[in-house]
């Protein structure tokens, strides 16, 4: 039963985010034109992160720091908004999450879902060995634009706190847990729920 369920998702995922490329195109190319223009550097951001049984993937997302950003500051971690690091139109994409929009090309490729568990850094918080074998669960399913944990806490709390609500959903999954996920993400994209680590 839940193979099917999992059919179901993927089929999901894939026509999902290509209609919805395809009806965003003109935002897309809009932030993209943007973006260009108002700093230096590549529109998208490329990253490597962790996906389905700890298989690194390149994730994709719009740029929204100067370019080089992870080797000034504060390194991988942005704690609030103020960060000088961000762009002006990068706060505002930001705020508005349309930084993640790009990772429709991640569903469409297989690397990610719709929803599940937030990708994390092949190195941070761990590597994928050593993460404890409860946290593992998590690595069962693909990777998520958003998730259980995202409308739950967000970044609002450590990531082994996140995890917990990962583990929760993998174990839990439910078409109906993917739509109540959905609703609740616009929801808190809506109200600008914390999107920064404490």
Known sequence: MKQIRLFIKRIFDFFGSLIGIIILLPLLLIISIIIKIN?????????????K?????????????VTDAEKKGDGIFVKNENDNRITSVGKILRSASLDELPQLLNVIKGDMSL????????YHPYEYEEYPSVQK??????PGVTGLAQVKVRNSVPWDKRMTFDVEYVNNFSIWLDFKIILLTIRSILFKESIYTN
């Open 39 to 51: 700093s230096r550097g590549p529109v998208f951001f490329k990253q490597k992160r962790l996906g």
């Open 115 to 122: 929803i599940g568990p937030r990708p994390p850094l092949p």
């Open 137 to 142: 669960e998590r690595f069962k399913m693909r």
């Open 53 to 65: 049984n700890g298989k690194v993937f390149n994730i994709f997302k719009f740029r929204t720091m």
